[in-house]
Protein backbone atom coordinates (compact mmCIF):
# COMPACT_ATOMS: atom_id res chain seq x y z
CA UNK A 1 0.00 0.00 0.00
CA UNK A 2 3.41 2.01 1.00
CA UNK A 3 4.60 2.07 -2.77
CA UNK A 4 0.89 3.23 -4.45
CA UNK A 5 0.74 6.01 -2.09
CA UNK A 6 4.42 7.23 -3.46
CA UNK A 7 2.95 6.96 -6.42
CA UNK A 8 -0.25 8.76 -6.28
CA UNK A 9 2.19 11.23 -4.90
CA UNK A 10 4.94 11.57 -7.76
CA UNK A 11 2.09 11.35 -10.67
CA UNK A 12 0.44 14.31 -8.23
CA UNK A 13 3.65 16.35 -8.64
CA UNK A 14 4.09 15.73 -12.07
CA UNK A 15 0.49 16.49 -13.47
CA UNK A 16 0.92 19.93 -11.58
CA UNK A 17 3.82 21.13 -13.03
CA UNK A 18 1.73 21.86 -16.77
CA UNK A 19 0.15 24.42 -14.80
CA UNK A 20 -0.90 26.38 -18.46
CA UNK A 21 -2.74 23.05 -19.67
CA UNK A 22 -4.70 23.45 -16.05
CA UNK A 23 -5.60 26.81 -16.47
CA UNK A 24 -6.59 26.46 -20.01
CA UNK A 25 -8.83 23.68 -19.43
CA UNK A 26 -10.49 25.85 -16.82
CA UNK A 27 -11.02 28.62 -18.94
CA UNK A 28 -12.80 26.70 -21.52
CA UNK A 29 -14.83 25.22 -18.68
CA UNK A 30 -16.01 29.00 -17.70
CA UNK A 31 -16.91 29.59 -21.06
CA UNK A 32 -19.20 26.55 -21.32
CA UNK A 33 -20.90 26.99 -18.13
CA UNK A 34 -21.23 30.81 -19.11
CA UNK A 35 -23.22 29.76 -21.95
CA UNK A 36 -25.23 26.55 -20.88
CA UNK A 37 -26.21 29.05 -17.76
CA UNK A 38 -27.10 31.66 -20.17
CA UNK A 39 -29.50 29.40 -21.77
CA UNK A 40 -31.20 28.38 -19.11
CA UNK A 41 -31.67 31.65 -17.77
CA UNK A 42 -33.38 32.58 -21.17
CA UNK A 43 -35.41 29.01 -21.06
CA UNK A 44 -36.85 29.99 -17.45
CA UNK A 45 -37.67 33.37 -18.59
CA UNK A 46 -39.94 32.38 -21.65
CA UNK A 47 -41.11 28.89 -21.08
CA UNK A 48 -43.78 27.53 -18.87
CA UNK A 49 -42.73 27.17 -14.90
CA UNK A 50 -43.71 23.38 -15.04
CA UNK A 51 -40.68 23.06 -17.81
CA UNK A 52 -38.46 22.60 -14.92
CA UNK A 53 -39.55 20.13 -13.04
CA UNK A 54 -40.09 22.09 -9.22
CA UNK A 55 -36.21 23.16 -10.09
CA UNK A 56 -35.02 26.66 -9.82
CA UNK A 57 -32.47 27.63 -12.47
CA UNK A 58 -30.05 27.79 -9.44
CA UNK A 59 -30.32 24.28 -8.69
CA UNK A 60 -30.18 23.03 -12.12
CA UNK A 61 -26.88 25.48 -13.04
CA UNK A 62 -25.12 23.74 -9.58
CA UNK A 63 -26.29 20.64 -11.29
CA UNK A 64 -24.19 21.42 -14.65
CA UNK A 65 -21.56 22.80 -12.78
CA UNK A 66 -20.69 19.52 -10.57
CA UNK A 67 -21.43 17.69 -14.00
CA UNK A 68 -18.47 19.12 -16.16
CA UNK A 69 -16.24 19.29 -12.86
CA UNK A 70 -16.05 15.53 -13.49
CA UNK A 71 -16.25 15.53 -17.03
CA UNK A 72 -13.42 18.48 -17.57
CA UNK A 73 -11.68 17.29 -14.40
CA UNK A 74 -11.13 13.75 -15.14
CA UNK A 75 -7.37 13.43 -17.00
CA UNK A 76 -7.83 10.65 -20.49
CA UNK A 77 -6.73 7.74 -18.82
CA UNK A 78 -8.37 5.33 -21.35
CA UNK A 79 -5.99 7.23 -23.97
CA UNK A 80 -2.75 6.69 -21.87
CA UNK A 81 -3.59 2.94 -21.54
CA UNK A 82 -4.28 2.74 -25.47
CA UNK A 83 -0.92 4.50 -25.88
CA UNK A 84 0.55 2.04 -23.54
CA UNK A 85 -0.39 -1.22 -25.67
CA UNK A 86 0.51 0.40 -29.34
CA UNK A 87 3.95 1.59 -28.50
CA UNK A 88 4.70 -1.59 -26.25
CA UNK A 89 5.21 -0.12 -22.87
CA UNK A 90 2.77 -1.94 -21.12
CA UNK A 91 5.21 -5.37 -21.02
CA UNK A 92 7.45 -3.43 -19.57
CA UNK A 93 4.37 -2.71 -16.60
CA UNK A 94 3.13 -6.08 -16.43
CA UNK A 95 6.40 -7.31 -15.65
CA UNK A 96 6.92 -4.71 -12.53
CA UNK A 97 5.23 -6.10 -9.31
CA UNK A 98 2.24 -3.68 -9.43
CA UNK A 99 -1.45 -4.34 -10.57
CA UNK A 100 -1.27 -2.72 -13.68
CA UNK A 101 -5.00 -1.53 -13.59
CA UNK A 102 -4.69 -0.25 -9.87
CA UNK A 103 -1.32 1.33 -10.94
CA UNK A 104 -2.61 3.39 -14.10
CA UNK A 105 -5.93 4.29 -11.69
CA UNK A 106 -3.76 6.04 -9.30
CA UNK A 107 -1.91 7.47 -11.38
CA UNK A 108 -4.21 9.05 -13.48
CA UNK A 109 -6.84 9.88 -9.75
CA UNK A 110 -3.28 12.19 -8.42
CA UNK A 111 -3.78 14.11 -11.63
CA UNK A 112 -7.54 13.80 -11.04
CA UNK A 113 -7.54 15.27 -7.65
CA UNK A 114 -5.60 18.33 -8.08
CA UNK A 115 -7.72 19.09 -10.66
CA UNK A 116 -10.92 18.30 -8.38
CA UNK A 117 -9.16 20.79 -5.40
CA UNK A 118 -8.58 23.40 -8.12
CA UNK A 119 -12.06 23.30 -9.93
CA UNK A 120 -14.19 22.85 -6.89
CA UNK A 121 -12.98 26.22 -6.23
CA UNK A 122 -13.23 27.45 -9.47
CA UNK A 123 -16.72 26.19 -9.84
CA UNK A 124 -17.46 27.73 -6.64
CA UNK A 125 -16.39 31.40 -8.01
CA UNK A 126 -18.26 30.91 -11.43
CA UNK A 127 -21.27 29.16 -9.78
CA UNK A 128 -21.58 32.29 -7.43
CA UNK A 129 -21.17 34.71 -10.22
CA UNK A 130 -23.18 33.27 -12.74
CA UNK A 131 -26.11 30.93 -11.07
CA UNK A 132 -25.59 32.41 -7.29
CA UNK A 133 -24.66 30.54 -4.00
CA UNK A 134 -27.64 28.48 -2.68
CA UNK A 135 -28.40 28.30 0.71
CA UNK A 136 -24.88 26.29 2.48
CA UNK A 137 -25.32 23.90 5.40
CA UNK A 138 -22.32 21.25 6.14
CA UNK A 139 -24.46 18.72 4.96
CA UNK A 140 -25.02 20.14 1.54
CA UNK A 141 -21.31 20.85 1.41
CA UNK A 142 -20.23 17.40 2.56
CA UNK A 143 -23.06 15.30 0.80
CA UNK A 144 -22.00 16.93 -2.25
CA UNK A 145 -18.34 16.66 -1.73
CA UNK A 146 -18.67 12.94 -0.88
CA UNK A 147 -21.30 12.56 -4.15
CA UNK A 148 -17.83 14.35 -6.23
CA UNK A 149 -15.63 12.00 -4.88
CA UNK A 150 -17.51 9.15 -5.93
CA UNK A 151 -17.93 10.96 -9.39
CA UNK A 152 -14.03 10.73 -9.96
CA UNK A 153 -14.10 7.22 -9.28
CA UNK A 154 -16.98 6.19 -11.53
CA UNK A 155 -15.25 8.17 -14.04
CA UNK A 156 -11.85 6.60 -13.88
CA UNK A 157 -13.60 3.32 -13.76
CA UNK A 158 -15.55 3.76 -16.76
CA UNK A 159 -11.71 5.21 -18.25
CA UNK A 160 -10.06 1.80 -17.25
CA UNK A 161 -12.68 0.00 -18.70
CA UNK A 162 -12.75 1.43 -21.87
CA UNK A 163 -8.91 1.78 -22.24
CA UNK A 164 -8.33 -2.42 -20.76
CA UNK A 165 -10.58 -2.99 -24.37
CA UNK A 166 -7.49 -2.05 -26.25
CA UNK A 167 -5.64 -5.45 -25.11
CA UNK A 168 -7.58 -6.53 -27.63
CA UNK A 169 -8.80 -4.20 -29.99
CA UNK A 170 -7.12 -2.03 -32.17
CA UNK A 171 -8.71 1.10 -31.57
CA UNK A 172 -10.63 2.04 -28.19
CA UNK A 173 -11.16 6.00 -28.83
CA UNK A 174 -14.19 5.62 -30.99
CA UNK A 175 -15.94 3.41 -27.98
CA UNK A 176 -14.86 6.13 -25.66
CA UNK A 177 -16.31 9.09 -27.84
CA UNK A 178 -19.56 6.71 -27.40
CA UNK A 179 -19.44 6.57 -23.77
CA UNK A 180 -18.58 10.20 -23.44
CA UNK A 181 -21.53 10.78 -25.06
CA UNK A 182 -24.17 8.58 -23.45
CA UNK A 183 -22.26 10.91 -20.13
CA UNK A 184 -23.37 14.17 -22.25
CA UNK A 185 -26.46 13.31 -22.87
CA UNK A 186 -27.36 10.87 -19.27
CA UNK A 187 -25.34 13.24 -16.79
CA UNK A 188 -26.97 16.68 -17.46
CA UNK A 189 -23.74 18.16 -19.18
CA UNK A 190 -26.12 20.51 -21.59
CA UNK A 191 -29.52 19.41 -20.50
CA UNK A 192 -30.67 18.86 -16.83
CA UNK A 193 -32.16 15.25 -16.53
CA UNK A 194 -35.36 16.95 -15.27
CA UNK A 195 -35.77 18.25 -19.47
CA UNK A 196 -36.13 14.98 -20.58
CA UNK A 197 -39.34 13.04 -20.80
CA UNK A 198 -40.09 10.40 -18.04
CA UNK A 199 -38.82 7.45 -20.01
CA UNK A 200 -35.65 9.07 -20.71
CA UNK A 201 -35.31 10.05 -16.89
CA UNK A 202 -35.77 7.03 -15.70
CA UNK A 203 -33.00 5.59 -17.64
CA UNK A 204 -30.34 8.59 -16.65
CA UNK A 205 -31.20 7.58 -13.35
CA UNK A 206 -30.45 3.95 -13.72
CA UNK A 207 -27.55 4.19 -15.24
CA UNK A 208 -24.08 5.47 -13.57
CA UNK A 209 -23.84 8.85 -15.74
CA UNK A 210 -26.47 10.65 -13.37
CA UNK A 211 -23.84 10.00 -10.76
CA UNK A 212 -21.28 11.30 -12.09
CA UNK A 213 -21.52 14.68 -10.47
CA UNK A 214 -25.33 15.74 -12.05
CA UNK A 215 -26.66 14.43 -8.18
CA UNK A 216 -23.73 16.12 -6.65
CA UNK A 217 -24.43 19.44 -7.85
CA UNK A 218 -28.14 19.25 -6.72
CA UNK A 219 -27.26 18.29 -3.67
CA UNK A 220 -24.99 21.11 -2.94
CA UNK A 221 -28.17 23.22 -4.71
CA UNK A 222 -31.07 21.85 -2.48
CA UNK A 223 -30.09 19.16 0.10
CA UNK A 224 -32.44 16.40 0.45
CA UNK A 225 -31.51 13.27 3.01
CA UNK A 226 -33.71 10.90 0.86
CA UNK A 227 -32.48 12.19 -2.41
CA UNK A 228 -29.07 11.75 -0.88
CA UNK A 229 -29.05 8.40 0.35
CA UNK A 230 -30.63 7.15 -2.89
CA UNK A 231 -27.70 8.99 -4.65
CA UNK A 232 -25.11 7.70 -2.59
CA UNK A 233 -26.38 4.20 -2.60
CA UNK A 234 -26.93 3.75 -6.38
CA UNK A 235 -23.46 5.70 -6.86
CA UNK A 236 -21.89 2.88 -4.33
CA UNK A 237 -23.44 0.23 -6.26
CA UNK A 238 -22.29 1.14 -9.85
CA UNK A 239 -18.70 1.64 -8.03
CA UNK A 240 -18.94 -1.73 -6.89
CA UNK A 241 -20.20 -3.10 -10.25
CA UNK A 242 -17.85 -1.35 -11.92
CA UNK A 243 -14.74 -2.72 -9.70
CA UNK A 244 -16.20 -6.28 -10.44
CA UNK A 245 -16.48 -5.95 -14.34
CA UNK A 246 -12.70 -3.95 -14.30
CA UNK A 247 -11.27 -6.41 -12.33
CA UNK A 248 -12.88 -9.63 -14.39
CA UNK A 249 -12.19 -7.52 -17.91
CA UNK A 250 -8.88 -7.47 -16.89
CA UNK A 251 -8.42 -10.67 -15.64
CA UNK A 252 -9.67 -11.98 -19.43
CA UNK A 253 -7.59 -9.76 -21.46
CA UNK A 254 -4.64 -9.93 -20.01
CA UNK A 255 -4.11 -13.26 -21.21
CA UNK A 256 -5.12 -12.31 -24.24
CA UNK A 257 -3.19 -9.22 -25.05
CA UNK A 258 -2.19 -8.55 -27.77
CA UNK A 259 1.29 -6.08 -28.31
CA UNK A 260 0.55 -2.97 -30.40
CA UNK A 261 -3.30 -3.13 -30.44
CA UNK A 262 -5.31 -5.96 -31.04
CA UNK B 1 0.20 20.61 -56.01
CA UNK B 2 0.83 17.06 -57.12
CA UNK B 3 3.23 16.70 -54.42
CA UNK B 4 0.93 17.27 -51.64
CA UNK B 5 -1.84 15.31 -53.33
CA UNK B 6 0.47 12.25 -53.51
CA UNK B 7 1.02 13.37 -49.31
CA UNK B 8 -2.65 13.12 -48.89
CA UNK B 9 -3.14 9.79 -50.81
CA UNK B 10 -0.68 8.21 -48.64
CA UNK B 11 -1.82 9.47 -45.53
CA UNK B 12 -5.55 7.70 -46.54
CA UNK B 13 -3.52 4.74 -47.87
CA UNK B 14 -2.19 4.37 -43.97
CA UNK B 15 -5.21 4.80 -42.54
CA UNK B 16 -6.91 2.61 -44.25
CA UNK B 17 -4.21 -0.28 -43.85
CA UNK B 18 -5.81 -1.00 -40.43
CA UNK B 19 -8.96 -1.71 -41.69
CA UNK B 20 -11.47 -2.32 -38.53
CA UNK B 21 -10.16 0.73 -36.71
CA UNK B 22 -10.88 3.09 -40.11
CA UNK B 23 -14.15 1.45 -39.62
CA UNK B 24 -14.84 1.80 -35.99
CA UNK B 25 -13.32 5.63 -36.04
CA UNK B 26 -15.54 6.63 -38.93
CA UNK B 27 -19.16 4.62 -37.69
CA UNK B 28 -18.60 5.63 -34.19
CA UNK B 29 -17.93 9.20 -35.08
CA UNK B 30 -21.12 9.63 -37.04
CA UNK B 31 -22.77 7.69 -34.53
CA UNK B 32 -21.42 9.84 -31.73
CA UNK B 33 -22.95 12.98 -34.11
CA UNK B 34 -26.25 11.04 -33.95
CA UNK B 35 -25.99 11.44 -30.27
CA UNK B 36 -26.01 14.90 -30.84
CA UNK B 37 -29.08 15.64 -32.47
CA UNK B 38 -30.90 13.29 -30.23
CA UNK B 39 -29.96 15.57 -27.45
CA UNK B 40 -30.96 18.56 -29.18
CA UNK B 41 -33.90 16.70 -30.52
CA UNK B 42 -35.65 15.97 -26.75
CA UNK B 43 -34.72 19.77 -26.26
CA UNK B 44 -36.55 20.98 -29.04
CA UNK B 45 -39.22 19.03 -28.46
CA UNK B 46 -39.86 20.32 -25.31
CA UNK B 47 -39.32 23.73 -25.93
CA UNK B 48 -40.25 24.65 -28.96
CA UNK B 49 -38.22 27.34 -30.63
CA UNK B 50 -35.42 29.70 -28.99
CA UNK B 51 -35.51 32.82 -30.28
CA UNK B 52 -36.89 31.74 -33.42
CA UNK B 53 -34.36 28.95 -34.06
CA UNK B 54 -35.92 25.71 -34.44
CA UNK B 55 -34.66 22.14 -34.90
CA UNK B 56 -34.05 22.01 -38.23
CA UNK B 57 -32.06 25.89 -38.06
CA UNK B 58 -29.69 23.76 -35.29
CA UNK B 59 -29.05 20.81 -36.41
CA UNK B 60 -28.07 22.41 -40.16
CA UNK B 61 -25.78 24.49 -38.30
CA UNK B 62 -24.18 21.06 -36.47
CA UNK B 63 -24.12 19.84 -39.94
CA UNK B 64 -22.28 22.29 -40.96
CA UNK B 65 -19.43 22.40 -38.67
CA UNK B 66 -19.72 18.92 -39.20
CA UNK B 67 -18.79 19.43 -42.69
CA UNK B 68 -15.89 22.34 -42.05
CA UNK B 69 -14.60 20.19 -39.20
CA UNK B 70 -14.22 16.85 -40.81
CA UNK B 71 -12.95 18.66 -44.55
CA UNK B 72 -10.07 20.24 -42.11
CA UNK B 73 -9.48 17.03 -40.22
CA UNK B 74 -9.19 15.03 -43.33
CA UNK B 75 -6.78 17.69 -45.53
CA UNK B 76 -5.19 19.25 -42.61
CA UNK B 77 -5.10 16.73 -39.83
CA UNK B 78 -1.98 17.35 -39.10
CA UNK B 79 -2.26 20.90 -37.89
CA UNK B 80 -2.91 19.78 -34.33
CA UNK B 81 0.46 18.38 -34.41
CA UNK B 82 2.60 22.37 -35.24
CA UNK B 83 2.99 22.63 -31.23
CA UNK B 84 4.60 18.90 -30.90
CA UNK B 85 6.55 19.49 -33.42
CA UNK B 86 8.54 22.63 -32.74
CA UNK B 87 9.07 21.35 -28.95
CA UNK B 88 10.31 18.34 -29.92
CA UNK B 89 12.50 19.57 -32.03
CA UNK B 90 10.46 17.72 -35.46
CA UNK B 91 10.31 21.49 -37.18
CA UNK B 92 13.70 22.53 -37.96
CA UNK B 93 13.76 18.90 -40.43
CA UNK B 94 10.33 20.20 -41.93
CA UNK B 95 12.29 23.73 -42.40
CA UNK B 96 15.54 22.01 -44.52
CA UNK B 97 12.68 20.46 -47.29
CA UNK B 98 11.84 22.15 -50.10
CA UNK B 99 8.17 23.57 -50.43
CA UNK B 100 5.75 25.15 -48.08
CA UNK B 101 6.60 23.87 -44.72
CA UNK B 102 3.61 24.73 -43.27
CA UNK B 103 1.48 23.32 -46.11
CA UNK B 104 3.38 20.29 -45.41
CA UNK B 105 2.54 19.82 -41.70
CA UNK B 106 -1.01 20.66 -41.83
CA UNK B 107 -1.09 17.53 -44.39
CA UNK B 108 1.43 15.25 -42.90
CA UNK B 109 -1.70 13.60 -41.04
CA UNK B 110 -5.55 12.39 -41.61
CA UNK B 111 -7.70 11.91 -39.47
CA UNK B 112 -9.58 9.29 -40.79
CA UNK B 113 -12.10 9.76 -37.85
CA UNK B 114 -13.61 13.02 -40.25
CA UNK B 115 -15.07 10.84 -42.68
CA UNK B 116 -17.34 9.83 -40.14
CA UNK B 117 -17.94 13.80 -39.76
CA UNK B 118 -18.29 14.16 -43.56
CA UNK B 119 -20.83 11.64 -43.89
CA UNK B 120 -23.06 12.62 -40.82
CA UNK B 121 -23.29 16.55 -42.70
CA UNK B 122 -24.58 14.79 -46.16
CA UNK B 123 -26.84 12.23 -44.07
CA UNK B 124 -28.62 15.04 -42.21
CA UNK B 125 -28.64 17.75 -45.31
CA UNK B 126 -30.00 14.73 -47.10
CA UNK B 127 -33.00 14.29 -44.32
CA UNK B 128 -33.87 17.72 -43.73
CA UNK B 129 -33.61 18.80 -47.29
CA UNK B 130 -34.94 15.96 -49.47
CA UNK B 131 -36.27 17.57 -52.54
CA UNK B 132 -33.42 20.15 -52.46
CA UNK B 133 -31.65 21.37 -55.60
CA UNK B 134 -28.01 21.15 -56.84
CA UNK B 135 -28.06 24.88 -56.10
CA UNK B 136 -29.00 24.75 -51.99
CA UNK B 137 -26.76 21.25 -52.39
CA UNK B 138 -23.95 23.78 -53.87
CA UNK B 139 -24.16 26.56 -51.27
CA UNK B 140 -23.97 23.78 -48.36
CA UNK B 141 -21.11 22.38 -49.80
CA UNK B 142 -19.51 26.13 -50.58
CA UNK B 143 -20.17 27.42 -46.86
CA UNK B 144 -18.94 23.74 -44.99
CA UNK B 145 -15.51 24.28 -47.13
CA UNK B 146 -15.51 27.83 -46.45
Redesign the interface.
Known sequence: MYKYWHLFLISLRQRNVFLFDVLSSLFSYSIRIFLVIT?YR??NAH?SAD?FGGYSVRDLSWGLIFAQIATVGMPNLSWEISEDVKSGKIAVYLLNPVKYPAFKALEVLSGAFSNLLVMTVLALGIGAAFAGLPELSLASVAGSLFLLVGSFVIFALLHLLIGLLSFV???V???R??VW??N??LGGN??PIT???PW?QTVAYASPFAYTGYTAGLTFARFNPESFLRYALTQALWIAILVSVTAATYSYFSRRLVANGG | MGNYFRIFAANMLSAME?K??FL??S???A??NA??V??WY??F???GT??GLDFGHYIILQALMGLAFGLQQLLFGGCWSIAYKIRDGGLDSELLLPGSPLLRILMSKTDI?AVGDICFALVVFAWLYVDASPISFGIFLVVGIL
Open positions: LYLASLEEQPIWIKFLLILFFPL | YAAMQSFMVNFIFVVFQKFIGS
